[in-house]
């Protein structure tokens, strides 16, 4: 799961919720070692429900237990001060942590340049004889891939594999009858040096699924 998956599938709130099924969880646990962004989310997310615990069962506490009770209570019971106030307070907290340390370093990111190891790969192409790219530890990098022209299919799906054979992610390339190489780039991940595969395989508008072909590569990380 790359951290593009991991925003689009809340897979933070879900995984705190328990909400994420048993292949979901593996994989987001596995992101949060690589992905520093998510993990800090975890963490501040995880701290403001901890604190909204502790706020709310000290309002609960015997000194409020002679304040006089309403007579109708509904779901906006906890808006009142004696609730509100704590709570806003963490959450407020948690959005001031994010807006001054989490998106800062997320757009300076985004907005500084950088040059990415990169490497041409042919998918149908297959053997130990494949490029060899060179990256630092947790850094990006770029394939090029060329996948042989055929008319037959609506878009292809490419899975990049690692080299115990684990799938890392999936991609969905639209077919195009002028195009037969794409740029994709690897976000940047704690990967281990070795020979990685990438399969392709196309879908086409009636939805029947065919294999293209395959390559590999193989990743050198240096520290």
Not at 32 to 59: G, H, I, N, Y
Not at 103 to 123: F, G, K, S
Request: proline share 8%.
């Amino acid at each position: 799961m790359d951290h593009s998956n991991a925003v689009r599938l809340k897979a933070t709130e879900r995984y705190l919720l328990n909400e994420l099924d048993p292949d979901q969880l593996d994989q987001f646990e596995e992101h949060l070692f690589d992905c520093p962004d998510c993990a800090v989310d975890v963490r501040a997310a995880a701290m403001f429900l901890e604190q909204s615990k502790t706020v709310l069962s000290e309002v609960r506490g015997p000194e409020l237990v002679k304040l006089p009770a309403p007579a109708r209570k509904g779901w906006l019971d906890w808006l009142r001060p004696a609730f509100a106030a704590p709570v806003m307070a963490v959450l407020l907290a948690v959005v001031g942590y994010q807006n001054l340390v989490t998106y800062p370093r997320l757009h300076q990111a985004l907005n500084t340049p950088h040059v990415l190891q990169w490497a041409a790969v042919n998918v149908g192409t297959w053997g130990a004889n494949g490029p060899v790219i060179p990256v630092s530890p947790g850094k990006g990098f770029l394939l090029f891939v060329r996948i042989p022209p055929d008319g037959g299919f609506a878009h292809y799906t490419a899975d990049l594999y690692n080299p115990s054979g684990r799938l890392e992610w999936s991609l969905t390339i639209p077919a195009t009858s002028t195009e037969d190489q794409w740029p994709v780039q690897v976000p940047g991940a704690n990967r281990a040096s070795g020979i990685y595969t990438l399969a392709v395989h196309g879908t086409s508008a009636a939805g029947e699924t065919r294999d293209v072909g395959r390559t590999s590569f193989e990743l050198q990380v240096h520290n």
